[in-house]
């Protein structure tokens, strides 16, 4: 069963249709509390840093995902948001600790040439290394972004993919049983639901 985190942000229901029409189960989680239930987590998100983790912080999601995910090595899935918010610091809005799960840093997007626009919105070539969560997925697929802002990783091996726009900006980052896409799966059509298959599937204990 996956655990689809509701802190009050993100499309809570495009996730859990497509993990439902990939013939997974899943379910939305409201309560803090109820995250030992599943075997993975998806962590969606639409909108700002400061806010998301406001909410999780609110509804008692920070300490529970610490100990589910840090402890208890528990598989989530970031989208989008909920990716950035996995970084140490965030820059949107206000300066904003994160889970601090990578070593990283959430900052506004800088582009040079106008012909490419903030936000970075539609579909992109996404440039991924040899991972896991890619498997079954051509060097160059396209993913479908919605975002102004992008993570900035200390390590560079946590960052699994990149996408160019006017430069690289990191597109999905990894590290154990912590994955994040910048990218929305759930709307990127066939390779979004490869890489949602990918994950409910993969044996993280092997």
Not at 3 to 13: A, E, F, K, S, T
Not at 44 to 51: L, R
Not at 77 to 94: D, F, K, P, S, T
Not at 102 to 116: I, Q, R
Request: charged share 20%.
């Amino acid at each position: 069963m996956i655990g689809i985190i509701d802190y009050g942000m993100g499309n809570l229901l495009s996730v859990k249709n497509a993990v439902e029409y990939l013939g997974f189960d899943a379910e939305i989680v409201s309560h803090s509390n109820e995250l030992h239930n599943f075997e993975k987590l998806i962590l969606p998100g639409v909108g700002a840093f400061p806010d998301c983790i406001n909410n999780l912080a609110t509804k008692g999601f920070v300490s529970e995902l610490q100990r589910e995910v840090m402890e208890n090595k528990k598989p989530i899935l970031g989208i989008c948001l909920g990716m950035q918010v996995m970084a140490r610091i965030g820059n949107e809005v206000r300066r904003t600790e994160g889970l601090n799960w990578f070593d990283a840093e959430v900052e506004l997007m800088k582009v040079s040439k106008k012909e490419f626009r903030i936000p970075h919105v539609g579909w992109a070539e996404t440039f991924v290394k040899k991972h896991f969560i890619f498997e079954g997925i051509k060097s160059v697929p396209e993913f479908y972004f919605v975002h102004s802002f992008h993570m900035n990783c200390n390590n560079p091996e946590d960052v699994i993919a990149t996408v160019n726009h006017d430069k690289d900006f990191t597109a999905a980052v990894a590290n154990n049983n912590i994955i994040g896409c910048q990218f929305h799966p759930e709307k990127s059509q066939e390779f979004g639901l490869v890489v949602l298959k990918n994950f409910i599937t993969r044996n993280f204990n092997a």
